[in-house]
Nanobody, 119 residues
Framework: QVQLVESGGGLVQAGGSLRLSCTAS????????VGWFRQAPGKERELVGS????????YYLDSVKGRFTIARDNAKNTVYLQMNSLKPEDTAVYYC????????????WGLGTQVTVSS
């Protein structure tokens, strides 16, 4: 098990950028897949992107490809979500989650951080 803490959310105008951070406890963090999820009001939670082992093993939701980038620093137990060219539809609570290995459900969750993009 790992404990996750997100930071970096806030209010930004459309076209702007934000970088979210997810810092984890635990000495085996490098063995975990880390995912960034988001949930907008009235909508289901969706997986925005995920990363296993190193930044070369990543997945992105189609709607964020080319705009969002996941970077991982295993030495700091931190995963970043760089969000560029933000759109109002990116407004949501963003959650960091982790699972050990590459398959299975995400069973470690942070409390979330609010991202609001104004038009």
């Amino acid at each position: 098990q790992v404990q996750l803490v997100e930071s970096g959310g806030g209010l930004v105008q459309a076209g702007g950028s934000l970088r979210l951070s997810c810092t984890a406890s635990g000495r085996t963090f490098r063995l975990y897949t880390v995912g960034w999820f988001r949930q907008a009001p009235g909508k289901e939670r969706e997986l925005v992107g995920s990363s296993f082992w190193n930044s070369g093993n990543t997945y992105y939701l189609d709607s964020v490809k080319g705009r969002f980038t996941i970077a991982r620093d295993n030495a700091k137990n931190t995963v970043y979500l760089q969000m560029n060219s933000l759109k109002p539809e990116d407004t949501a609570v963003y959650y960091c989650a982790a699972r050990r290995g590459v398959t299975g459900s995400f069973d470690n969750w942070g409390l979330g951080t609010q991202v609001t993009v104004s038009s």
